[in-house]
C-alpha cells in the first residue's frame, strides 16, 4: 500500500521557520521526482517547489525562491521542505505529491501570523 505520510507543520510568526517531512512507502521512492504543493484558503493549489528522483535538479515557484529549500534522502524515503523567512502569504495546507502515478500525502497546515496578541490594560 502506498503511503506518503507528512509531519512538521504547525503555527509560526511571520519570519520564522517552519521544516516539512514527507516519508514514502510501498513504492520505489528513489526512483520519481518528487513535489511539495500548497493550497492557501480560497485559492488554487500552487507547486511550491519539486525535485528530481537524484536530488540534483530543483525547482521553486517564484514565491519560494530564496526562502525555501526542497531536499531528499532517498535511504530515508523523505523529502523535506524547509521553509525560511516565513510570510503570511506562506499559510496553507501543504502536501507532498509523486506526480507520475499522483500519489498524495494528506496534508498538513502550516498558519503564519502574529497571533491575537494580548490586551495590557495599566490602570491610572
Known amino acids: 500500500q502506498v503511503q506518503l505520510v507528512e509531519s512538521g507543520g504547525g503555527l509560526v510568526q511571520p519570519g520564522g521557520s517552519l521544516r516539512l517531512s514527507c516519508v514514502g512507502s510501498?513504492?520505489?521512492?528513489?526512483?520519481?521526482?518528487m513535489r511539495w504543493y500548497r493550497q492557501a484558503p480560497g485559492k488554487e493549489r500552487e507547486l511550491v517547489a519539486h525535485i528530481d528522483s537524484t536530488g540534483f535538479r530543483k525547482n521553486y515557484a517564484d514565491s519560494a525562491k530564496g526562502r525555501f529549500i526542497i531536499s531528499r534522502d532517498n535511504s530515508k524515503r523523505t523529502v523535506i521542505l524547509q521553509m525560511n523567512s516565513l510570510k503570511i502569504e506562506d499559510t496553507g495546507v501543504y502536501c507532498c505529491?509523486?506526480?507520475?502515478?499522483?500519489?498524495?500525502?494528506?496534508?498538513?497546515?502550516?498558519?503564519?501570523?502574529w497571533g491575537q496578541g494580548t490586551q495590557v490594560t495599566v490602570p491610572s
Open positions: 505529491n509523486e506526480p507520475l502515478r499522483n500519489y498524495w500525502s494528506q496534508g498538513t497546515q502550516v498558519t503564519v501570523s
Open positions: 510501498g513504492f520505489i521512492f528513489s526512483a520519481y521526482e
